[in-house]
């Protein structure tokens, strides 16, 4: 399986920035894809950035041209710098990474433990 360990989540001032990492226990560059999610205090996870193996990268709009997720496959992390930072930013943020298998299990997820992010104003 997958290991995921993320670091990078804190506490910051609306208008700030943050670099979330995610460090993959295998390459970066043999995992089919790997994104972030984030979730809300009451609310469910949602997706905010993935990448593909082949690197296509797709966001959330409501972080469009504020994020940026990227793989560095010296030290197979997956990271995502925050610009920008807004209060509806805040959430716990999750490092996910997908296998792809046979018909009969198609996909695998695997998860980080999640990091705190939160804006304050």
């Known amino acids: 399986q997958v290991q995921l360990v993320e670091s990078g989540g804190g506490l910051v001032h609306v208008g700030g920035s943050l670099r979330l990492s995610c460090v993959a226990s295998?390459?970066?560059?043999?995992?089919?894809?790997m994104g972030w999610y984030r979730q809300a205090p009451g609310k469910g996870r949602e997706l905010v950035a993935t990448?593909?193996?082949?690197?296509?990268?797709n966001y959330a709009d409501s972080v469009k041209g504020r994020f940026t997720i990227n793989r560095d496959s010296t030290d197979n992390t997956l990271n995502l710098q925050m610009n920008s930072l807004k209060p509806e930013d805040t959430a716990v943020y999750f490092c996910n990474a997908k296998r792809y298998g046979p018909v009969e299990n198609p996909v695998t997820n695997f998860w980080g433990q999640g990091t705190q992010v939160t804006v304050s104003s």
């Open positions: 295998e390459s970066v560059l043999r995992i089919n894809e």
């Open positions: 990448i593909s193996r082949a690197g296509f990268t």
